[in-house]
């Protein structure tokens, strides 16, 4: 049984904030102590922290506890990130929902980056993520530098002094964290879907919903840039086949939509258009949709 045992706001600057940033954590303190660090140091606007955390045996419930700027949902058992986004969903006080995987340390400059784009779009009907860098780039929207593989090993300041001078466009197909969304699309589409729980595959089901509604503007900022040690947690669980949910419920791959609906990765060029999928991938996906139902979630 899923139990969500406590749901905390006492941050003093909830009222005031320009972000909610939503970080679920699993028994990973020293990755979390730095991710909010990180955000306490380097934010250029003042946000409200909610932390959604899973089993905290490690010590991390008593430590978020004694953060008196941090707001906390909480639940015994390991719930993964659907459930844990959407507990945590009920203390936002803002009016945009960041997800920030704990294992993510922001650079400065991060969010007034995202704040800019979203006073120039103008408008709720956006989907942003900000660019990663990682020890080895695990896809076209990240860039490849080694800062360290853990808090024990971080080189820092060399981060802080070199991560604005990597090169690298703005670019299509947000859908990872970090990602901002407007709390009103958030809850249009209903947030994260917990048939995907633990979590595999539920980023791009979440971008897809969002382009079910509607949203064409996916892009991914450059110059809001993160440091993402790089799926802390993800190798600990037994993981969902979120592969095969992905098709059963949207009738193509996830990579025929990141590819062709919203070509992440490849040079923002504004508003996406209606994708031409070849006859080739069609068929494809009707094959794959066939072997999907042989498999369950």
């Known amino acids: 049984m899923i139990q969500i045992q406590e749901h905390v706001i006492r941050s003093a600057v909830a009222t005031s904030a320009r972000f909610s940033i939503l970080i679920p ?114 896809s076209p929207c990240a860039i490849e530098a080694n800062f360290g593989s853990s808090p024990n090993d971080f080189q820092e300041e060399t981060l802080l002094s070199t991560c604005h001078q990597f090169e690298k466009a703005d670019w299509w197909g947000a859908t990872w964290p970090p990602n901002i969304v407007h709390r009103d699309i958030w809850d249009l589409v209903g947030g994260y879907s917990i048939e995907f729980s633990p979590g595999m595959y539920s980023d791009p089901d979440f971008s897809m919903k969002l382009w079910q509604a509607g949203i064409r503007y996916f892009k991914g900022l450059s110059a809001s840039r993160v440091y993402h040690f790089g799926s802390k947690s993800t ?24 590819r062709y609906y919203l070509r992440r990765g490849e040079p923002f060029k504004g508003v996406l258009q209606d994708p031409h999928i070849p006859a080739a991938i069609q068929w494809k996906n009707m094959w794959k949709k066939m072997l999907a139902s042989w498999y369950k979630a």
């Open 25 to 138: 954590t699993w028994n990973n303190l020293p990755y979390l102590q730095l991710c909010i660090a990180a955000i306490r140091r380097h934010s250029s606007f003042r946000h409200q922290i909610i932390v959604h955390i899973n089993e905290g045996r490690d010590g991390s419930l008593e430590w978020v506890k004694q953060q008196k700027d941090i707001d906390y949902t909480y639940s015994p058992q390991n719930v993964g990130v659907c459930y844990a986004l959407n507990a945590a969903r009920r203390l936002v006080q803002t009016d945009y929902i960041v997800y920030l995987n704990d294992d993510m340390y922001v650079c400065p400059e991060w969010d007034a980056v995202l704040w800019q784009e979203i006073q120039q779009i103008g408008h709720p009907y956006f989907f942003l993520s900000a660019t990663a860098i990682e020890p080895v780039a695990s």
């Open 235 to 258: 190798g600990r669980i037994r993981k969902n086949k979120g592969y095969y949910t992905f098709i059963r419920k949207w009738g193509m791959t996830s990579s025929t939509f990141t």
